[in-house]
């Protein structure tokens, strides 16, 4: 396991949270009336947890030696709130095992504050998860 493999996790997990920072704004604006209302608040408030998340990676990432990246994963765009929360609760799924994975190559490569900072931002998504899901049920 080399730490090259770890950078380039972590790079993959920074462009995923910038697309995200990018999809949650975007699906706020795109939250028209009462019933999308609440989801608008959600995701402005999970943005500002994205952002933090992004700003860590990238301050690691570049102490590791490697070179953040800036360019945003691509996303899909659902037309209507219940395709936005089911896509939402899917990526941040996604964000989770992610996390997981490479809090594990910290572990492995003896880098025990990236490990647990890792499993803190799975928690986070985790959390972000559950209260999208939350919302989806009640459509
Ligand atoms: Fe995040
Ligand atoms: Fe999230």
């Known amino acids: 396991m080399s730490k090259e493999t770890l950078i380039k996790g972590l790079n993959e997990d920074l462009a995923a949270e910038l697309g995200t920072v990018i999809r949650y704004t975007y699906q706020a604006a795109k939250c028209y009336g009462l019933v999308a209302a609440e989801l608008r608040e959600l995701l402005a408030e999970e943005a500002k947890d994205e952002i933090g998340h992004a700003a860590y990676l990238m301050d690691v990432i570049q102490d590791l030696g490697g070179e953040p990246t800036t ?3 691509a996303f899909d765009k659902p037309a209507d709130i219940k395709g ?4 939402d609760v899917k990526m941040e799924a996604e964000d989770v095992v992610n996390y997981l994975a490479h809090a594990k190559l910290a572990e492995e490569l003896n880098l025990p504050d990236i490990k647990m900072k890792l499993e803190e931002m799975a ?4 959390g972000h998860g559950r209260e999208l899901r939350r919302l989806l049920k009640g459509l």
């Open 123 to 126: 928690a986070d998504e985790a």
């Open 84 to 87: 936005m929360l089911e896509l």
């Open 71 to 73: 360019t945003p994963k």
